[in-house]
Protein backbone atom coordinates (compact mmCIF):
# COMPACT_ATOMS: atom_id res chain seq x y z
CA UNK A 1 0.00 0.00 0.00
CA UNK A 2 0.92 3.32 0.25
CA UNK A 3 -0.27 4.82 3.56
CA UNK A 4 0.43 8.74 4.48
CA UNK A 5 -1.06 9.86 8.15
CA UNK A 6 -1.51 13.08 9.15
CA UNK A 7 -1.16 14.29 13.18
CA UNK A 8 -3.06 15.70 14.19
CA UNK A 9 -6.31 15.40 12.57
CA UNK A 10 -7.95 18.15 14.60
CA UNK A 11 -6.66 21.05 16.28
CA UNK A 12 -8.26 24.29 17.97
CA UNK A 13 -5.84 27.16 19.24
CA UNK A 14 -6.08 30.64 20.23
CA UNK A 15 -5.59 33.26 17.71
CA UNK A 16 -1.16 33.98 17.71
CA UNK A 17 -0.13 30.76 19.02
CA UNK A 18 1.45 28.40 16.17
CA UNK A 19 0.44 25.56 15.10
CA UNK A 20 2.75 22.37 13.65
CA UNK A 21 1.15 19.60 12.14
CA UNK A 22 2.97 16.82 10.60
CA UNK A 23 2.61 14.50 7.61
CA UNK A 24 4.19 10.77 7.62
CA UNK A 25 4.45 8.34 4.96
CA UNK A 26 4.11 5.02 6.74
CA UNK A 27 5.23 2.47 4.20
CA UNK A 28 7.38 4.13 1.66
CA UNK A 29 10.02 7.12 0.71
CA UNK A 30 8.98 10.04 -0.62
CA UNK A 31 11.05 12.94 -1.63
CA UNK A 32 8.67 15.39 -2.62
CA UNK A 33 5.59 16.01 -0.53
CA UNK A 34 3.04 18.55 -0.72
CA UNK A 35 0.76 21.04 1.10
CA UNK A 36 -2.73 21.78 0.17
CA UNK A 37 -5.47 24.37 2.10
CA UNK A 38 -9.36 23.31 1.56
CA UNK A 39 -11.89 25.73 2.78
CA UNK A 40 -15.40 24.63 2.91
CA UNK A 41 -17.41 23.88 0.13
CA UNK A 42 -14.36 24.70 -1.92
CA UNK A 43 -11.17 22.53 -4.03
CA UNK A 44 -8.07 22.02 -2.77
CA UNK A 45 -5.67 24.57 -3.36
CA UNK A 46 -1.80 23.61 -3.29
CA UNK A 47 -0.19 26.26 -1.12
CA UNK A 48 3.33 24.61 -1.48
CA UNK A 49 5.75 21.81 -2.78
CA UNK A 50 7.93 20.46 0.08
CA UNK A 51 11.58 17.99 -1.30
CA UNK A 52 13.14 16.54 1.38
CA UNK A 53 16.64 18.54 1.72
CA UNK A 54 16.10 21.67 0.17
CA UNK A 55 13.73 24.59 0.52
CA UNK A 56 9.97 23.97 0.19
CA UNK A 57 8.62 25.92 -3.04
CA UNK A 58 5.86 27.83 -2.25
CA UNK A 59 2.64 28.72 -4.59
CA UNK A 60 2.11 32.57 -5.46
CA UNK A 61 0.11 34.36 -2.87
CA UNK A 62 1.31 31.73 -0.13
CA UNK A 63 3.39 33.48 2.71
CA UNK A 64 6.25 31.10 3.41
CA UNK A 65 7.25 32.98 6.39
CA UNK A 66 3.49 32.03 7.59
CA UNK A 67 3.47 28.76 6.85
CA UNK A 68 6.73 26.82 7.46
CA UNK A 69 7.50 23.76 5.91
CA UNK A 70 10.43 21.25 7.04
CA UNK A 71 11.02 18.33 5.39
CA UNK A 72 13.81 16.57 7.21
CA UNK A 73 13.43 12.87 6.00
CA UNK A 74 11.81 10.86 3.56
CA UNK A 75 8.85 10.08 5.35
CA UNK A 76 8.19 12.98 7.39
CA UNK A 77 7.11 16.24 6.03
CA UNK A 78 6.06 19.26 8.69
CA UNK A 79 3.51 22.49 8.37
CA UNK A 80 4.17 25.35 10.84
CA UNK A 81 1.03 27.81 10.84
CA UNK A 82 2.68 30.75 12.65
CA UNK A 83 0.40 33.22 14.85
CA UNK A 84 -2.40 31.83 13.25
CA UNK A 85 -5.29 33.67 12.93
CA UNK A 86 -8.86 32.85 12.72
CA UNK A 87 -8.67 33.37 8.80
CA UNK A 88 -6.30 30.36 8.55
CA UNK A 89 -8.77 28.10 9.73
CA UNK A 90 -9.31 25.60 7.33
CA UNK A 91 -9.01 21.64 6.47
CA UNK A 92 -5.10 21.65 5.66
CA UNK A 93 -4.16 18.08 3.46
CA UNK A 94 -0.86 16.28 2.60
CA UNK A 95 0.37 14.31 -0.18
CA UNK A 96 3.29 12.35 -0.52
CA UNK A 97 4.75 10.80 -4.19
CA UNK A 98 6.17 7.71 -3.54
CA UNK A 99 9.68 7.65 -4.62
CA UNK A 100 10.74 5.79 -8.05
CA UNK A 101 7.37 5.69 -9.33
CA UNK A 102 6.68 7.54 -12.37
CA UNK A 103 2.92 8.33 -12.63
CA UNK A 104 2.84 11.13 -10.53
CA UNK A 105 0.40 9.38 -8.13
CA UNK A 106 0.12 11.85 -4.83
CA UNK A 107 -0.92 9.74 -2.13
CA UNK A 108 -3.02 11.71 -0.07
CA UNK A 109 -3.45 11.77 4.18
CA UNK A 110 -6.36 12.10 5.90
CA UNK A 111 -6.59 15.78 6.52
CA UNK A 112 -6.03 18.27 9.60
CA UNK A 113 -9.18 20.35 10.49
CA UNK A 114 -7.69 23.62 12.06
CA UNK A 115 -9.98 25.71 13.94
CA UNK A 116 -8.35 28.99 15.11
CA UNK A 117 -10.51 31.02 17.74
CA UNK B 1 -2.13 27.48 -18.27
CA UNK B 2 -3.26 24.23 -17.15
CA UNK B 3 -7.33 24.47 -16.05
CA UNK B 4 -9.52 21.39 -14.80
CA UNK B 5 -12.97 22.97 -14.88
CA UNK B 6 -16.33 20.81 -13.59
CA UNK B 7 -18.86 22.38 -14.82
CA UNK B 8 -21.67 20.79 -12.49
CA UNK B 9 -21.45 22.00 -8.59
CA UNK B 10 -24.21 19.19 -6.81
CA UNK B 11 -25.90 16.49 -8.67
CA UNK B 12 -28.80 14.89 -6.98
CA UNK B 13 -30.02 11.18 -7.75
CA UNK B 14 -32.65 8.89 -6.66
CA UNK B 15 -30.65 5.20 -5.87
CA UNK B 16 -29.87 3.43 -8.81
CA UNK B 17 -30.26 5.66 -11.15
CA UNK B 18 -26.68 6.15 -13.53
CA UNK B 19 -24.93 9.41 -12.90
CA UNK B 20 -21.98 11.10 -15.17
CA UNK B 21 -19.90 13.69 -13.47
CA UNK B 22 -18.08 15.96 -16.22
CA UNK B 23 -14.54 17.08 -16.45
CA UNK B 24 -12.97 19.17 -18.97
CA UNK B 25 -9.20 20.28 -19.10
CA UNK B 26 -6.63 22.80 -20.41
CA UNK B 27 -3.18 21.99 -20.80
CA UNK B 28 -0.60 22.98 -23.48
CA UNK B 29 1.68 19.58 -23.06
CA UNK B 30 1.03 16.37 -24.88
CA UNK B 31 2.04 14.68 -21.97
CA UNK B 32 -0.22 14.15 -18.58
CA UNK B 33 -1.94 12.84 -16.35
CA UNK B 34 -5.59 12.92 -15.01
CA UNK B 35 -7.29 11.65 -12.14
CA UNK B 36 -10.16 11.28 -10.18
CA UNK B 37 -10.61 11.79 -6.31
CA UNK B 38 -13.31 10.86 -4.07
CA UNK B 39 -14.31 13.09 -1.01
CA UNK B 40 -16.47 11.47 1.31
CA UNK B 41 -17.96 13.78 4.35
CA UNK B 42 -14.72 12.51 6.61
CA UNK B 43 -12.86 14.87 4.29
CA UNK B 44 -10.06 11.98 3.43
CA UNK B 45 -9.33 12.05 -0.16
CA UNK B 46 -9.86 8.23 -1.87
CA UNK B 47 -7.59 7.95 -4.74
CA UNK B 48 -10.57 6.56 -7.80
CA UNK B 49 -8.34 5.98 -11.12
CA UNK B 50 -5.13 7.55 -12.66
CA UNK B 51 -5.42 7.49 -16.39
CA UNK B 52 -2.10 8.61 -18.96
CA UNK B 53 -2.07 11.42 -21.53
CA UNK B 54 -1.27 8.18 -24.40
CA UNK B 55 -4.05 6.01 -23.46
CA UNK B 56 -7.71 7.16 -24.58
CA UNK B 57 -8.77 3.40 -23.80
CA UNK B 58 -11.98 3.82 -21.51
CA UNK B 59 -12.32 1.70 -18.07
CA UNK B 60 -14.50 -0.27 -16.17
CA UNK B 61 -14.30 -0.90 -12.63
CA UNK B 62 -17.33 -2.46 -11.37
CA UNK B 63 -20.06 0.15 -11.11
CA UNK B 64 -17.55 3.08 -12.31
CA UNK B 65 -16.68 3.84 -15.53
CA UNK B 66 -14.43 6.34 -17.20
CA UNK B 67 -14.64 8.02 -20.76
CA UNK B 68 -11.47 9.47 -21.72
CA UNK B 69 -11.49 11.75 -24.89
CA UNK B 70 -8.60 13.73 -25.82
CA UNK B 71 -10.77 15.40 -29.42
CA UNK B 72 -13.04 17.34 -26.82
CA UNK B 73 -10.22 17.44 -24.01
CA UNK B 74 -12.35 15.74 -21.63
CA UNK B 75 -12.43 12.68 -18.45
CA UNK B 76 -16.08 11.91 -17.89
CA UNK B 77 -16.96 9.77 -14.52
CA UNK B 78 -19.70 7.35 -14.57
CA UNK B 79 -21.60 5.41 -11.62
CA UNK B 80 -23.96 3.06 -12.76
CA UNK B 81 -26.62 1.86 -10.52
CA UNK B 82 -25.72 4.71 -7.82
CA UNK B 83 -25.90 4.02 -3.82
CA UNK B 84 -26.04 6.09 -1.12
CA UNK B 85 -22.57 4.88 -0.23
CA UNK B 86 -22.05 7.03 -3.22
CA UNK B 87 -22.75 10.19 -2.07
CA UNK B 88 -19.25 12.15 -1.77
CA UNK B 89 -17.73 14.72 -3.64
CA UNK B 90 -15.55 13.84 -6.29
CA UNK B 91 -12.77 15.85 -7.95
CA UNK B 92 -11.01 15.50 -11.22
CA UNK B 93 -7.18 16.70 -11.20
CA UNK B 94 -4.50 16.92 -14.03
CA UNK B 95 -0.95 16.43 -13.43
CA UNK B 96 1.69 17.47 -15.77
CA UNK B 97 4.78 14.68 -16.05
CA UNK B 98 7.94 15.66 -14.41
CA UNK B 99 10.60 12.97 -15.83
CA UNK B 100 12.78 14.00 -12.99
CA UNK B 101 10.09 12.82 -10.53
CA UNK B 102 9.99 15.77 -9.09
CA UNK B 103 6.99 18.39 -9.64
CA UNK B 104 3.77 17.32 -10.69
CA UNK B 105 1.48 19.52 -9.10
CA UNK B 106 -1.84 18.85 -9.18
CA UNK B 107 -4.31 21.13 -10.45
CA UNK B 108 -8.03 20.22 -9.34
CA UNK B 109 -11.34 20.74 -10.38
CA UNK B 110 -13.97 22.51 -8.35
CA UNK B 111 -15.63 19.26 -7.27
CA UNK B 112 -18.66 18.04 -7.87
CA UNK B 113 -20.83 17.49 -4.82
CA UNK B 114 -23.21 14.08 -5.50
CA UNK B 115 -26.02 13.17 -3.07
CA UNK B 116 -27.92 9.75 -4.02
CA UNK B 117 -31.19 9.45 -2.40
CA UNK B 118 -32.24 6.38 -0.95
Known amino acids: GAVVSQHPSRVICKSGTSVKIECRSL??????MFWYRQFPKQSLMLMAT?????????EQGVEKDKFLINHASLTLSTLTVTSAHPEDSSFYIC?????????????FGPGTRLTVL | AQKVTQAQTEISVVEKEDVTLDCVYE???????LFWYKQPPSGELVFLIR??????QNEISGRYSWNFQKSTSSFNFTITASQVVDSAVYFC???????????????FGQGTELSVKP
Open chain 1, 95 to 107: SAKRDRESTDTQY
Open chain 1, 27 to 32: DFQATT
Open chain 1, 50 to 58: SNEGSKATY
Open chain 2, 27 to 33: TRDTTYY
Open chain 2, 51 to 56: RNSFDE
Open chain 2, 93 to 107: ALSEVEWDNQGGKLI
